[in-house]
């Protein structure tokens, strides 16, 4: 937990974006794997842990938005539950630490709802993301299971949106943390993969380096070398000569903080002809968008530019054709970028993501596109000061795309069909790194990870003796 006292702020901090009533966060339990009592690896509600803290389960917080004042509802362990699991601090320690101000069995919940109901208090609750949440809901509330989700609060959603968006020094500081664990797991993949291995030792390697250092994996690693599949979570292939290997993975702290990070490198020693020249594209885009954050800019922006470095250097190799700006406009770049150029990272690795992507990425000025690729931009808004984001372009060749927009020429003036079937077994090159969006401008997160030919190259050669 962080100190007290940045809870209890941020839980003011939301009393003032919303008028009245309660806003109730019911906290994350155990969810059984194949049965009950073998569950998958517990990870509390995000939402909770930023206004609370708590990090164990069966617990429900509320801000009391009238009185000013918290609530935690939970049960203290049993003697059976002591014998298992050892000694828990109380239901009043953790209220203490994140210094809420009364507590009650979880028994007590449903009274303290229907006494709200009843005086007509609304009832902020998030839109909730697990099965067991919306039944809790439904009994809590007496809403229809059916209705549960579309009745969360949009007030809530866009105060929360508000205050989880600009990172606190305290969260920024964590946001290194995880990105340091991330960097020493890319290290050892980048330095540790020879022909031979198969994908599943490297991406073992890298979650093994994320639990030591006493978090987890904030997300299913992608480790692989068939980085055409945006993500594969498979890793069952044996790495080749000749090959390129994409590893896009990232720690979360045991505080819950995530970082998102991909590089790309050859299982040889040096990239091959082709693979330099779309690499050196994705790198230009990327070094070339991050210099583009800063506050004030619409983040669609940025990816439109980056889409531009990648059009324009496609055309240089013969890939693409015709005007660049013409063929961004019209979306022609999407067969080899169809992905957004980055999202909000935080307690999530999609910051926010179950609130609603629109929520959090867009707003009255600036919607999301609904052209094939730029759709899939999570995060289009003004840049502004507090933010921390991923800037990740790539280039992909994806058969089963290039077969599709075949069949009928689509985007025939920008794109050459006749190159782009010789270049089918490429796979693809994604480059990403964490950015923070400071008053000024921007600062790149965690220390730097091989990233320019030369880098990746020597770190490849010395890792295997050539
Ligand atoms: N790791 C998933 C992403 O980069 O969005
Ligand atoms: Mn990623
Ligand atoms: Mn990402």
Avoid: C
Avoid at 35 to 42: D, K, V
Avoid at 338 to 361: F, N, S, W
Avoid at 363 to 391: K, N
């Amino acid at each position: 937990m962080f100190d007290t006292d940045i809870y209890v702020a941020r839980r003011k901090g939301l009393a003032a974006r919303l008028e009245k009533g309660v806003a109730l966060f019911p906290g994350n339990g155990e969810v059984g794997m194949n049965y009950s009592a073998n569950s998958y690896h517990f990870r509390q509600d995000s939402n909770f842990l930023y206004y609370f803290g708590i990090d164990r389960p069966d617990l429900v917080a509320l801000a009391d938005l009238d009185e000013g004042t918290s609530w935690l509802f939970g049960d203290d362990a049993s003697i059976e539950d002591i014998v298992w699991t050892g000694p828990q601090p109380s239901i009043a320690e953790w209220a203490a630490r994140a210094g809420i101000e009364h507590t009650a069995p979880l028994a007590d919940l449903e009274g303290f709802l229907a006494k709200a109901r009843q005086a007509d208090r609304p009832i902020h609750f998030l839109p909730p993301y697990r099965a067991e949440t919306v039944v809790s809901l439904h009994q809590w509330l007496g809403i229809p299971l059916a209705e549960v989700k579309g009745r969360a609060s949009v007030p809530l959603v866009r105060a929360v949106v508000d205050q989880r968006a600009h990172k606190g020094p305290e969260e920024v500081a964590e946001m290194e943390r995880a990105l340091a664990i991330t960097g020493q797991m890319h290290l050892a993949v980048m330095r540790a993969a020879r022909a031979g291995m198969k994908e599943a030792l490297l991406a073992g390697m890298a979650r093994g380096i994320a639990i030591a250092a006493q978090g987890e994996i904030a997300y299913p690693v992608i480790l692989t070398t068939q980085g055409q599949i945006l993500h594969n979570h498979h890793h069952h292939r044996t790495l080749k000569e000749g090959q390129l290997v994409l590893g896009d993975f990232g720690a979360e702290t045991w505080r819950h903080y995530a970082g998102d990070i991909t590089r790309t490198f050859p299982v040889s020693a040096r990239f091959d002809a082709r693979q330099r020249d779309i690499y050196q594209i994705v790198l230009d885009a990327e070094v070339q968008a991050i210099q583009r954050v800063q506050p004030g800019v619409p983040y669609r922006d940025v990816h439109l530019f980056a889409a531009r470095i990648i059009a324009r250097g496609l055309k240089d190799l013969g890939l693409m054709q015709g005007d660049v700006d013409e063929a961004v406009a019209a979306g022609a770049h999407a067969l080899f970028f169809p992905h957004g150029l980055g999202h909000m990272i935080g307690l999530d690795v999609h910051d926010m993501e179950g609130l609603g992507e629109d929520y959090v990425g867009y707003d009255d000025e600036i919607r999301r596109s609904e052209q094939f690729g730029t759709a899939y931009l999570r995060l289009g808004r003004r840049l502004e000061p507090g933010f921390v984001l991923t800037v990740e372009p790539g280039i992909y060749f994806i058969p089963e795309l290039v077969e599709l927009w075949g069949k009928d020429r689509r985007h025939e003036a920008f794109i050459n069909y006749a190159e782009v079937e010789k270049w089918l077994d490429f796979t693809g090159v994604r480059i990403e790194d964490n950015v923070l969006v400071t008053e000024t401008g921007h600062r790149v997160l965690g220390s730097p990870i091989p990233k320019t030919i030369e880098e990746v190259e020597a770190l490849r050669a010395e890792a295997s003796g050539k």
